[in-house]
């Protein structure tokens, strides 16, 4: 059958959908990741903890991990490097330079760097109560009775430079390898923490659970509107293009 001619002679583009058509949504598999991704989180978290707080079988055996690892024959001077990484006064600074030279390059653009700032700042205020509240002890020889899970040094860690990398990735050419070498910073450092005996790997892990929670967040907050709100976009595009076409 011959496709039907419009009043202009010209046949009109087979898949330009109606205004009335539903299109499909390029967001909605990445929210139903994210969706996954913080449930995944959230729950590994709430094993760890329970494991923590009542004394399980996970929690034996972080400890055996710990010692040996703290134990081993790792060199110091380098475990402390790893381990300086997540301190407020090297974590901070990097992360504010990425923020300005976001804000410099896209000088419109604001919500990005209040979000990265949030983020940041939402550590403190998830570390400290959790610590306050399950109080574990730490390996043998630190000073205190309690209060080391989860690791502060950790989730800052993850977050900042975690964040500096989320926001970059879109302006620099190597985005990709930027977020791998974030990964290698990110699991050096809770290296580092254990060898030096100042956290167990359960507090190191834990930590890890929280932060992916707050970057997904924040991938989430300043996500592009073509990737995570593309029905109008998407209806756009394919209009503009079938009219295109057509032209």
């Not at 034996?60 to 407020?88: K, M, Q, S, W, Y």
């Not at 990110?186 to 929670?213: E, I, K, M, T």
Request: hydrophobic share 50%; aromatic share 8%.
């Amino acid at each position: 059958m011959a496709p039907p001619v419009s009043r202009s002679g010209r046949t009109p583009p087979a898949n330009t959908p109606d205004r009335g058509t539903a299109v499909q949504v390029p967001g909605r598999p990445a929210l139903l990741l994210a969706t996954v991704l913080a449930t995944a989180l959230a729950a590994l978290f709430a094993l760890f903890t329970w494991q923590v707080v009542t004394d399980g079988p996970l929690r034996r055996f972080d400890e055996r991990v710990g010692n040996a690892v703290r134990t081993g024959g790792f060199p110091h001077g380098i475990a402390e490097f790893f381990a300086d990484l997540g301190n407020i006064a090297v974590a901070v600074p990097v992360l504010a330079a990425a923020l300005v030279w976001i804000t410099l390059k896209t000088r419109p653009a604001w919500v990005p760097q209040l979000a990265a700032a949030l983020a940041l700042a939402a550590v403190p205020a998830l570390v400290a109560p959790l610590k306050a509240l399950i109080d574990r002890p730490g390996p043998p020889g630190m000073d205190g009775s309690g209060g080391f899970y989860p690791s502060g040094h950790a989730a800052t860690t993850i977050v900042a430079y975690g964040a500096a990398a989320l926001l970059l990735r879109t302006h620099i050419r190597f985005g990709r390898q930027l977020i791998v070498v974030c990964a290698l910073v990110v699991a050096a450092n809770g290296f580092g923490l254990v060898r030096q005996g100042y956290h167990w790997p359960l507090d190191v892990l834990a930590s890890w659970c929280l932060g992916g929670l707050i970057l997904t967040a924040l991938a989430f907050a300043v996500r592009d509107g073509t990737e995570l709100d593309g029905t109008e976009q998407g209806g756009t595009d394919l209009q503009n293009g079938g009219s295109a076409r057509s032209a």
